[in-house]
């Protein structure tokens, strides 16, 4: 797990995690695990895509095109968009390993993409709240319905999609 400034490590063996939202396995007992659902693969690529367009955006080259929907020039938040992206891409390389196999995977590695999914889903939160209001209208409008269809996909609670979601209303 990639390490961001405010959260720690995923950690198998404390009880609490800070800035994690706390994830039950396979909340809805209907719902298949991450890496057997095409949506959460679908959310991830989108997710990936627009924050590379941001990760590789060079202001100083200017690319002869104008800079990305999302590309805000602030340290923090180019920081932010690298440590969730490198989270997002290694929970896409893990939840693609688990895919490619036939068999359950074991507990403890069950329980470490859970870990995974509640750290991104505090750090989406935190992430969407903190730049919503700087990114324009319309970009904004976007990355939060991307976000929150994440969650929904990797079957986060709903209280978390809903607060991602109230963002559009300004909540």
Not at 22 to 45: G, I, K, S, Y
Not at 116 to 127: D, I, N, P, Q, Y
Request: aromatic content about 6%; glycine content about 8%.
């Amino acid at each position: 797990m990639a390490k961001r400034k405010h959260s720690a490590p995923a950690d198998l063996g404390s009880e609490t995690q800070p800035n994690a939202i706390p994830v039950e396995p396979f909340l809805l007992p209907d719902l298949a695990p991450p890496w057997r659902r095409d949506e959460v693969f679908h959310n991830l690529a989108v997710l990936i895509t627009a924050f590379e367009e941001v990760e590789r955006y060079d202001p100083h080259r200017q690319h002869n095109q104008p800079p990305p929907s999302l590309w805000l020039n602030h340290a923090a938040y180019r920081a932010d968009v690298k440590d969730l992206l490198g989270e997002l891409r290694e929970l896409n390389k893990a939840l693609r390993d688990l895919a490619g196999k036939d068999k359950e995977p074991p507990k403890a590695v069950a329980k470490k993409i859970d870990a995974t999914l509640s750290v991104l889903g505090a750090g989406g939160r935190k992430f969407v709240e903190s730049y919503a209001d700087l990114l324009g209208k319309g970009a904004a409008a976007l990355t939060i319905g991307a976000v929150a269809g994440f969650l929904a996909s990797a079957g986060l609670p709903r209280e978390l999609v809903d607060a991602v979601w109230g963002r559009l209303r300004g909540k």
